[in-house]
C-alpha cells in the first residue's frame, strides 16, 4: 500500500469532522479506526457501518473500524489524529499521553485556541507531549458533509516537520481531495480561528436582512483584522490570502451549513445567545473563540472591531443593532495606510 508510513490512523472524535476525515482516508484504502468518548454512540455506528447521527447516509468504506477501546487503538496506530472541541483538546492529549508509543506523529483537525490561555493548540501540544511526537495542523476550507459525500474539496496540512506533512498530505489525497501543505503553522492557526468568529458576525448581519453589501463589507474588513493579528503574531500574509485564510473565512462566512453562521443568523432573528446555541445543538467554536482572540489582540495592541463588536453581543448583551452601528460609526479613515 502506498503510503504506509501512517497506516493505521486512529481518529479520535466520532463527530461530523472526525469521521469525515476518517471516511476520506479510508477511501484511499487506509486502515482507519475511529473512536469517541460515547459509548453507545460507537455501538450505533459498529452496527450500521455508518455515522446516522452527524453524517446520515454516508456508509463507511470498508477498511475504516468503529473501535470501543482507545488504549488498545493508540499501540495499534501509527499515526493519531485528534478531532475534539477546542474546550476538550489539551485534556484529551494529557489522556493519550501515557498510551502513546515513542515517535507517533499526532495531527488535529481542532481549530480555536486552547480556553483561558488564549494559548494556539499547537504551542499547548508541544507542552503536552514534548519534542517526540511530530506535530500537524489539519485546515479547511471545508465542510464535514461535502468531505463525507465526496465532493470536490482542497485542504491545508501545516506542520514544523517536512516529512510528516508530505506523509500525512499523501494519506489523505485523493481525486475529490486536493491536499496542500506549508510551514506556516501559526497562519494556519490563526486563519482557522478568527473565520469563527467573523462567519458569527455574518450571519448576524444576514440575520438582521442587512443584505450583501454589508455582508462584503464584513468579510473583507474582517481580512483586514485577520491580516493585522497575523502579522502579529509572524504569519506569513501568503498563508493569510490563502485557502487556510481567505477560503475558510469566504466559506463559513457565506454557506449556512457553517454551525458559527448559524449562531450568528440566529441572534440576528431575535433569539438570545443562549436560545441561539440550543437552536445550533452543537459545538461552535467562534464563542470561546472570541473570546481568546479579542484577549490576544489586547495583549498585542492589535485593533479588530469586528471581533470586540462579536465578543459584545455574546458575552455583554449587547444589542446586535447597536452594535452594528458602533462599527459604522468608527472614525473616517483610508481603507489602507503605508
Given amino acids: 500500500m502506498a503510503n504506509s508510513v501512517l497506516i493505521p490512523t486512529l ?15 479510508a477511501r484511499n484504502g487506509h486502515e482507519v479506526l475511529l473512536w ?6 460507537l455501538k450505533a455506528m459498529q452496527q450500521s457501518h455508518s455515522n446516522e447521527r452527524y453524517l446520515p447516509n454516508v456508509p463507511f468504506p470498508a477498511s475504516l473500524e468503529v473501535v470501543t477501546d482507545l488504549a488498545q ?3 495499534h496506530a501509527k499515526h493519531v489524529l485528534v478531532s475534539v472541541p477546542s474546550s476538550a483538546f489539551s485534556g484529551m492529549l494529557e489522556t493519550i499521553k501515557p498510551m502513546l508509543k515513542p515517535g507517533t506523529p499526532i495531527s488535529w483537525a481542532t481549530k480555536g485556541l486552547t480556553p483561558d490561555t488564549g494559548r494556539f493548540l499547537y504551542d499547548t501540544a508541544a507542552d503536552i507531549l514534548g519534542e517526540n511526537h511530530p506535530l500537524a495542523v489539519i485546515s479547511g476550507p471545508s465542510f464535514a458533509m461535502e468531505v463525507a459525500k465526496d465532493l470536490p474539496t482542497a485542504m491545508t496540512v501545516a506542520s514544523k516537520d517536512p516529512a510528516f506533512f508530505q506523509d500525512l498530505a499523501a494519506a489523505m489525497h485523493r481525486p475529490t481531495l486536493r491536499v496542500y501543505t506549508t510551514s506556516d503553522v501559526q497562519g494556519v492557526q490563526v486563519g482557522g480561528t478568527v473565520k469563527n468568529v467573523l462567519a458569527i458576525g455574518a450571519g448576524i448581519s444576514d440575520g438582521l ?20 493579528f497575523a502579522a502579529s503574531l509572524g504569519a506569513e500574509t501568503e498563508t493569510m490570502i490563502g485557502l487556510s485564510g481567505v477560503g475558510d473565512v469566504i466559506l463559513t462566512c457565506t454557506d449556512n451549513q457553517s454551525r458559527n453562521r448559524q449562531l450568528g443568523l440566529a441572534i440576528g432573528r431575535g433569539l438570545t445567545v443562549e436560545q441561539a446555541v440550543a437552536e445550533v445543538g452543537k459545538t461552535v467554536e467562534g464563542m470561546n473563540a472570541a473570546r481568546e482572540v ?8 492589535i485593533e479588530m472591531p469586528i471581533v470586540e463588536q462579536v465578543y459584545k453581543i455574546l458575552f455583554e448583551g449587547h444589542d446586535p443593532r447597536q452594535a452594528v452601528q458602533a462599527l459604522l460609526c468608527r472614525e473616517q479613515k483610508p481603507e489602507t495606510s503605508r
Fill in 73 to 75: 487503538a493508540i499501540q
Fill in 209 to 228: 436582512g442587512y443584505g450583501a453589501n454589508a455582508r462584503a463589507a464584513l468579510i473583507t474588513r474582517g481580512m483586514a483584522e485577520i491580516l493585522r
Fill in 11 to 25: 481518529v479520535i472524535g466520532a463527530g461530523a469532522w472526525g469521521s469525515a476525515l476518517a471516511i476520506a482516508m
Fill in 294 to 301: 479579542l484577549m490576544r489582540a489586547k495583549q498585542a495592541g
Fill in 36 to 41: 469517541g468518548r460515547n459509548t453507545d454512540h
